[in-house]
């Protein structure tokens, strides 16, 4: 029956049209996984590694990419050292590596490969099988090893695989590191090789760790979380739900707060096409807890839904969705005015105001980064001299002072339990306190597509003339307003804030022929005005 699908990507096409019945194909795409010996372009994005399994993620492609890692380790280029946080080869091999996957289809074939090279290498490996990935920032640090290398494509489709490298302090790669592994794997990509599989010698024996165990450690040492205060407040009169959406975050929860009926932890079991649902904590996704949520009579709810690796989430009460836009601003309040935590505030440049508003009134100090949760490493770092409260963007990510480098959605959902047991108030009552207080923003986002020849070099150009055009000073109509550029902010595309504190940002998509804007309003009716002015600003600027 392979016969009649003539690639991985066609099998894939089939699978997903029928995802009830599509299990029963799986086996042909483990076929063209093993056999498919073409070459890809390797390309780190803002979180490693990511193609289609079978298609571009293969085990020979696995193969190159972990032969890549290798060789840049044997480079022993300081920069590169000092980057992942070790002295040299040597001192890798002794401190060793962490690989794990999440659960999705062929995680643990593909670190079998991986652990086989290493081995090959005189390089320690432990085994995590299936875990998440905070739990691969925390365990690097509490073993002291050198880096870890997780397979996981975070929130994508079922029809991917990934491949996450942190280095020693546990957060993502930069690309300090990320793009020598791209250049070291594509020029191998040139020429073809068919790298033979390398597996452990001795799998009774690979060392196999507890990284859930090291997480449990792990927070109670940094004491940013007071788990005593939510296990207390979890046997009270309240209803949680957890939803996993078949990922890895599941039992995670368990194993941390303890069993109890006032949690209900939904798609907890096995399977490797998530539903047949793109699996990331997306509002149409939430709606199953909502629901469960919304029948229940207990004065506290809270819901979360989680991505499959455990570094995305999403709120709910049963009455509203909190997304991170404005549990990002909740946590900075929180952590600062609750638990007396000094520092700054740090946040991609596409994330909501709202905090902006928040910090202002308490005098603390706001950073803006480029979109990608490695971006916050300078202020993440226990040695930094700006060091964070809380960083977080718009699209599900946060992490806390003393905690990882990496976003962690346990994290976050123990933060809102917490948060909830600390003000005596369900998240959606807290956030309409702090609106009524600070001042009410509601973000967006969207996007056009635009020609195949202008994606890259080509658009980014075009797309710089915005701010050549639009200065601080300026007015811009939007709407049937006039409204005054407060602020000009070009570290990830161009951000024009303006002077009613509503915002519009333009930036070139990284993985696709679109442009993307990112916007602000003060009312619900003024988003319809402020997308249109993002619209017309980059169809001029793509005319020029």
Known sequence: MVELFENAAACWKAIMA?????????????????????????????????????????FNN??????????LFKSNEQSVMQAIGVEDYSDIKQRGIIVGHDNRFLGHDFAMEIIGILQKEGIKTWYAGEAITPEFSAGIEMLNAACS?????????????????????????????????????????????IIKPVLPNTPNKIDKIDLTELYIKYIDERKTINLEKIRNFINEDCLICVDNVHGASRGRIQRILGETPNIKYL?????????????????KNMEMVEEFLRSSNTYFKAGFI??????????????????????????????HVYKGLEGVVAKSVGTSNFVNA?????????????????????????????????????S?????????????????????????????KN??????????????????RSGISVSLDLVGEPLIKKLDRIKDKYNVGNTLTIGSEMRTIKEVIDVDGIKLVFDDGSWLMIRPSGTEPKVRFYIEARTLEGKKAVFEAAERITKEAIRL
Request: aromatic share 12%; proline share 5%.
């Open 62 to 71: 696995l193969r190159v990419v972990i032969s890549s890692i290798v060789k």
């Open 149 to 193: 290398i997780n397979l996981t494509p975070s929130h994508n489709p079922a029809n991917y695989a990934g491949l996450k490298f942190n280095p020693s302090d546990g957060g993502p790669a930069g690309t300090e590191i990320t793009s020598k592994i791209e250049s070291f794997a594509n020029e191998m990509m040139k020429e073809s090789p």
């Open 396 to 424: 599900d990510g946060i992490s806390a002072y003393n905690h990882t480098l990496e976003k962690d959605a346990i994290f976050g959902l123990l933060l809102a339990l917490e948060m909830i047991a600390e003000t005596g």
């Open 267 to 283: 798609r907890t079991e096995d399977d490797y096409l998530f539903g047949g649902v793109a699996p990331e904590p997306s509002e």
């Open 427 to 444: 998240l959606g009552d807290y956030l309409n306190q702090l609106m009524n207080e600070y001042g009410f923003y509601y973000p967006d």
């Open 306 to 335: 989680l991505d499959p690796d455990g570094d995305r989430i999403r709120y709910a009460d049963g009455n509203m969705q909190i997304p991170m836009n404005y549990f990002g601003a909740m946590a900075l309040h929180f952590l």
């Open 18 to 58: 029928d995802t009830a019945k599509g299990k029963e194909k799986l086996i042909y795409i483990e076929k063209f996984a093993r056999e498919n010996i073409s070459p890809a372009k390797i390309v780190f994005g803002t979180s490693g590694w990511r193609g289609e399994i079978g298609t571009d993620f293969t």
């Open 358 to 394: 928040i910090a202002d009134k308490l005098g603390i100090p706001i950073i803006e980064t480029k979109v990608g949760f490695k971006n916050f490493r300078q202020y993440m770092s226990r040695m930094s001299k700006q060091r964070a409260i809380v960083a977080f963007e718009e």
